[in-house]
């Protein structure tokens, strides 16, 4: 739980790098790659992820501009450029908007009544879980992996070592 503005900041910053490192890593031709036929593609998946983060934000009290024209998925290299840009932009805001009492307020989020802090926390949730999906879908259209929370397959065979199974 963030009990300062500066500990929510700082969880924000480590996970765009994180972010920031799988978006880097796709091509153009891997956001086609679909699960299956009538599912989300990759790149559905990645650019929905990134033009959320200003709607949440801005549903609760950290206004940040949209990102224009959302419903079309633009380039591999497009969507990593907007997500450093909205990634900045919710840094700054809430370095100048937000004070360590807000994340204690309280208000209604999804039907239930939350933290600020617990929100944010969800938000940060709800990009790891897409990135999660990203990186697998990243993985059945033959792309490698970066490490994330440690190593990946081809960061295991980097360091000399057969993954574990």
Known sequence: MYCTVEDLIIEWKREAVLTEKILESLTDEALLQQVYPEGRT??????????????????????IAKVPNSNVVPSAKEITEVFKTVSSQATNALQERWTDD??????NAFG??????????????????HRGQVTVLMRQAGLSIPAVY??????????????PL
């Open 42 to 63: 990759l790149g559905r998946i990645a650019w929905h992820f990134v033009t959320n983060i200003p709607d949440y934000l801005t549903e609760f009290g950290v206004p």
């Open 102 to 107: 807000m994340l204690k307020h309280t208000q």
């Open 112 to 129: 239930r009544t939350e933290s600020n802090a617990t929100i944010f926390m969800g938000l940060i949730k709800h990009i790891v879980h």
């Open 150 to 163: 440690g190593p990946s397959k081809e960061g295991w065979a980097q360091i000399g070592i057969t993954p």
